[in-house]
């Protein structure tokens, strides 16, 4: 199994989705001091993740999981065919996810936590 990391963007920025934490004022965030304290919801959306000694933007996209409090979907990376993710905010307040190629079995594991300086943008 590979073990890889995500970098702040995912849980940070670039959500397509209004976060759950934005305020309606411009340019200001309320953001959470960890991903304990968001919902599930809020990481529902399309997200761009930097993949650590990967080049390019990664697509990430996150929907419901139907069987458990948890998220469900797709990355998509530069040149390489869509790999499906599923996992949900573990006790430590990382987003943990696991990714499957194939759709049976993990390839890899991803984990990032939320950087509050980047929440909102």
Known sequence: MIRRAITACLLAGACVASPAW????????DCPDSAQQLSI??????????IDGQ???ATLVLERHPDYDGVRGQVQRPGQPPAQVAGDIDPEGLLALDESQDGKSISASW??????SSCGK
Do not use: H, M, N, V
């Open 22 to 29: 934005a305020q309606d004022t411009p340019g200001k965030a």
């Open 41 to 50: 919801q809020a990481l529902y959306g399309s997200w761009e993740a930097r």
């Open 111 to 116: 984990s990032g936590e939320l950087q509050p």
């Open 55 to 57: 080049d390019g933007i």
